[in-house]
């Protein structure tokens, strides 16, 4: 039975108490590429120059990201919540509209790699080709994730995520941004978590 007073035991939503909570739930082997690092990494450079770029690198002990090398999902976690409270220090929506923000330069990064575009060629605008591909696309960003697509209807779908764990307003600015590049008009996500490890998409479009 639900303690009917879980929720306001939860910390803060992007305070440093839910991050070390996230934090101590990676597996050890949790690992993300470059150039998802990178990404963040360009928004910090927006908000606070190139002196808080470097101030982000020296804080996770490392010079630069390679984009298809992989590095510990700790790290990225850690850079991922100091770029959104460098963007929108306040409310808690605040925050999640910066991680939006985020989810949408990740996407934007990984679209113009090689394998982005790959990807953005086979699916030519169809929003059901798209859907089926995310998959393959996640694989590629984060290791160790299991995602599973089935189809609501002749304009949606829902994606399960398994074992992903960055923020679901982050990744709903990912999805968003990836449909928009496709030219799939009306995208719309909510998200919801369907387990301890788990979470669900719902996308729809038209």
Not at 39 to 51: K, S
Not at 197 to 205: D, K, V
Request: proline letters at 6%.
């Amino acid at each position: 039975m639900k303690d009917p007073n879980a929720r306001r035991h939860s910390p803060p939503h992007g305070s440093e108490e839910e991050l070390r909570g996230l934090l101590s739930s990676l597996p050890a082997t949790a690992a993300v590429r470059g150039m998802l690092f990178n990404a963040v990494l360009e928004v910090v450079r927006q908000r606070g120059g190139e002196a808080a770029v470097h101030q982000c690198l020296a804080a996770l002990g490392e010079k630069k990201f390679l984009d298809f090398f992989s590095y510990p999902s700790s790290k990225y976690l850690e850079v991922l919540y100091s770029a959104a409270r460098m963007r929108t220090p306040g409310a808690p929506e605040d925050f999640e509209t910066a991680l939006r923000h985020l989810g949408q330069q990740s996407a934007a990064n990984f679209l113009v790699s090689a394998v982005g575009r790959t990807l953005l060629v086979l699916v030519q605008g169809d929003p059901h080709r798209l859907l089926n591909s995310l998959p393959w696309a996640i694989q590629v960003g984060v290791s160790g994730v299991e995602v599973a697509v089935r189809l609501t209807g002749p304009w949606s779908g829902v994606l399960t995520v398994q074992h992903d764990f960055s923020p679901r307003p982050y990744v709903e600015g990912g999805f968003l941004a990836t449909f928009e590049a496709a030219k799939v008009k009306g995208a719309r996500v909510r998200s919801w978590q369907a387990g301890p490890t788990a979470n669900e998409y719902e996308i729809s479009w038209g």
